[in-house]
Structure formats: C-alpha cells, structure tokens
Nanobody, 124 residues
C-alpha cells in the first residue's frame, strides 16, 4: 500500500517562499507520476504541478508557471514543490498525489493515492 505524507506548509507573507515535501512509502515504480493539487475554501481541488519519476518531465498550471518548481529525489522517494513569489490567492490546502499509470495529467481522477494535505496561508 502506497502512503504519501506532506510537510512544509505554514504561514508566509506575500512575496515569500515555502518548500513542500511529499514522502512516499510503499512500492514506487519509476513509471509513476507525482502531482501536487490545492484546494481553497469553497473551491474545487485544482491541479498545480506534476513530475514523472523517470526522466523528470514536468507539467504546471498556468497560474504557477515561473513561480513554482516541482522536483523529486528518487533515492529518498520524495517529491518537492518549491513555491516562490507567493500570493494571497495561493492560500489553500496542498495535496500530493500519485498516478500509478504514469499519465502526467491534470485531472484529479487520474491519481490513485493521496496525502492528507498541508495548509499554506499567504498573508498580505
């Protein structure tokens, strides 16, 4: 059974940075894809970024391009989301998720395993 645990959330001022981590335990194959999603109060969960474990191909939502960077450490089975130039509208619970079929997609239904989420709050 795959388990995902996020960490690194917190409160930051606008313009600041945070780095989220997602530690994966259980069987993880190089063909898998790791994604980050976020959900703000009263809104749908939305795609943020994704990376393929093998090769490192990445995909980003337009709203975070140029500000967020997704990366991975295969040896540690950990994915990261470096978030720079944070804005109040980035405030949300951030979730990592894994797609075991390796499709590098933006739809939450494509992801099989989810973490419990970590809160990110950006103040003015």
């Amino acid at each position: 059974q795959v388990q995902l645990v996020e960490s690194g959330g917190g409160l930051v001022q606008a313009g600041g940075s945070l780095r989220l981590s997602c530690a994966v335990s259980g069987r993880t194959l190089s063909s898998y894809v790791m994604g980050w999603f976020r959900q703000a109060p009263g809104k749908e969960r939305e795609f943020v970024a994704a990376v393929r474990w093998s090769g490192g191909t990445t995909l980003y939502a337009d709203s975070v391009k140029g500000r967020f960077t997704i990366s991975k450490d295969n040896a540690k089975n950990t994915a990261y989301l470096q978030m720079n130039s944070l804005k109040p509208e980035d405030t949300a619970v951030y979730y990592c998720a894994e797609d075991v079929r390796g499709r590098l997609g933006v739809h939450r239904g494509m992801y099989d395993y989810w973490g419990q989420g970590t809160q990110v709050t950006v103040s003015l």
